[in-house]
């Protein structure tokens, strides 16, 4: 039967988009920041004046993108996500999205089921943000690097050094790295627990492995709520056979 996830293409599709958009909002308004202060007024007034009212357009759509992303796409694109995990755990219908071979268990119970399918997912995350760490970080110390050149190189414009600042330090270097390094462990987390809870055999007709599985299963969430990381489809497609081998491995040994 073929995959089908209509959860991803209704709903994270438009998230990647709006992500690429403001990437490349990040770098004109970086760009046009330092520029700005190359231009002279006096000599350039008109040059002066269409750059600074291009910097504040650039400057208004990022922020509206930024919002836009951060408070509609991302959340929209997770609950849809969370309603079809719920809906795939205890045969309901929380949404008319439809999601065929997303999950892989075979659990009946419910919670179990639930408390599996968490588990597949941190793995796909962790793995996931494993390898997107690989480029983050590599940027993230080169300009690192970069800045504390400049920084330490006494001819270097003060004004040059806040601006690179105010860029290096944003929410698409600095910012982004941690986030994705506090998804990644959390992610692990997450992973190591609920292997921990198949391993011991615990029966979840028990309200002790029922609540460990609603803790888990909300800390996750959580956790993918506040890290707002989009994770890479192309590293997902890519990879997606590699993975999924693992997991059934996985699966079977723990007998999910």
């Known amino acids: 039967m073929p995959k089908v996830d209509t959860v991803g293409d209704n709903y994270y599709k438009p998230l990647e ?7 490349g909002l990040f770098w004109v308004v970086s760009i046009l920041s330092i520029a700005a202060l190359f231009v002279d007024k006096a000599t350039y007034p008109l ?4 750059l ?9 759509l990022f922020f509206f993108q930024g919002q836009i992303q951060k408070l509609y796409l991302f959340p929209r694109a997770e609950d849809k996500r969370r309603q079809e995990l719920l809906s795939n755990s205890y045969s309901v219908a929380l949404t008319h999205e439809e999601t065929v071979g997303y999950y892989n268990n075979d659990q009946t119970n419910p ?3 639930l408390a599996a399918s968490v588990m597949e997912s941190a793995f796909f995350t962790r793995e996931i943000v494993r390898m997107m760490l690989v480029g983050q ?3 993230t110390v080169g300009y690192l690097v970069i800045y504390l050149v400049a920084v330490l190189n006494r001819s270097t414009n003060l004004e040059v050094l806040a601006v690179a600042a105010q ?3 944003s ?3 600095i910012a982004r790295w941690l986030r994705m390094e506090w998804l990644r462990i959390r992610s692990e987390q997450v992973f190591d627990n609920l292997n921990r809870l198949f391993t011991g055999k615990q029966a979840f007709s028990r309200p ?4 460990q599985a609603i803790d888990l299963f909300s800390f996750y969430e959580t956790t993918k709520s506040t890290a707002a990381i989009l994770l890479s489809s192309r590293l997902f497609h890519k990879h997606n056979a590699r993975l999924t081998r693992e997991w059934e491995q996985i699966r079977g040994r723990l007998g999910i």
């Open 47 to 50: 040059a002066y004046d269409i």
């Open 171 to 173: 929410e698409d270097i």
């Open 52 to 60: 600074q009212i291009v910097f504040i357009v650039c400057v208004l």
């Open 111 to 113: 919670l179990k089921r």
């Open 17 to 23: 988009q709006a992500e690429a958009v403001g990437a």
């Open 208 to 211: 002790a492995a029922q609540s």
């Open 137 to 139: 970080r590599t940027k």
């Open 167 to 169: 860029a290096v330090f």
